[in-house]
């Protein structure tokens, strides 16, 4: 994009009241921390009972008509599940979409203060709201299969076996999200105290204060036990990076 | 409880279906995952959104009836919020109780298949159903916030400026979630194909399988500007036994 960057547009829905200081409506701040996540939290009404109902899933961001998009251009979310999940029956029965909401949530360190009321979180958490309906389109469909694939592990799909199967294809759903809204929260930086913590000479004495950066990791690749072959390179490249980034966010967070 | 593991019963709302022998209805393992997890995601409906709402909140399991009561026991979810936000507002409007979902995930590991559609993580993830509202029996709510506050790292409470003052106990609601149902789905184990493709010479040549063990791990506690005192063995232990426990569970679950 270049020139400014696309934000979604504040309303009731999305509207950050509580430490609006940390809110974010910027697209690429909030589809990067959609992407960056393993598990998006879904949640949707069924028609059969009062409790919303959050599903785990797996899912990434992107635009089937263009590619090429940028991660702070309009996109669409797209969600992988089994194709007779009760999610992908409400979303192919719905024919303007059913109203979801995706949950993505980092947390990046642990805030420890003087008194326990300011405690808190680094962390970075979105939440999109938007219209989920069933992909029929075939070239739609592998689109976003290689899409979320990749998002576990980058370039993984096209060094699998290819082409898939009619079962395989059968038995995989794609939920296509419209976004309508969003926002994300972000906090980052040390522990804060209140003026009359800070002066109690006592307690400074006495309370650890300042954070614990949290972060998650990968662990050296375990071989199945019909694997025959070393670990690629873009696997080893991807897990150090994952782990130098991962940690060195954790950490640049920390102070403010 | 000793004799036999209690379980939340099958109902129609919390009965999984696909992959059932992932299942899990022990209220012991679910529990557990919901009190190791450091972000829980709570989903609930308001009346002027055709979509539901998900927060990311800090919560933990507990009976302030019975404090002593086993992680295996009926209990309470304990949630921690401003006061005046949304779902505060709700939970005291609702005099049953508001509908809410809850769900609790952790990654284990990356699942690497010589197809792509036989990858699939190494998870541990819950959702439970209940009743939301306020709390306002002050006893009740510092059982709570001490409860919560250990949940971040154990023994901190009385380790932090106590008692509370008039003005944070008034900044901080907790609401109080009487559990109606739950589930697990838990996955462990390596890498699984399907036989057409083990049996495929050449892709076994090309394509490496196995898990990627992933674990959240804690770095160097970095102090505060304002910090006077080493790092308490209380935090030590906890952070050392974090990093030992995750990174061990995610190799354990590597394995069939």
Redesign the interface.
Known sequence: MGRYDLEYPKE??NTI???NDRAVYALKTIHEIVNSC??L?V???TP?????????M?GQMGSFERPSADIGDPLDLYLHG?V??RIMNLGRGAEEGM?????A?H?DG?V??????S?S?N?R?T?L?GHASLVNDEEERMYA?ELI?NS??PD??R????P??KA?LQ??GILKVRI?SGSAKIRTG??H?ER???E?QD??????????????????????????????GY?SEF?KDFNTDN?QY??DV??D
């Open positions: 009731a829905i009241k509580r430490e393993q598990i939290h949640s949707f009404n059969s009972q009062p409790f919303p109902v959050i599903l785990p797996i089994y007779s999940s109203p979801v909401c995706v949950a949530s947390v642990l420890l203060a003087l008194s326990s009321f405690h979180y962390y958490s939440v709201f299969m694939t576990v592990v993984r799909w060094h699998t076996r290819l898939p199967t395989e038995s995989t309508a040390g522990a105290d009359h913590d800070m109690n307690l400074q004495d006495k309370v650890w204060t300042g954070v614990v950066p949290v972060q998650q990791t990968m662990g050296e690749p375990v071989p199945s036990t019909y694997n025959r072959i070393d670990v690629p696997m897990i940690t954790a950490l920390t102070k």
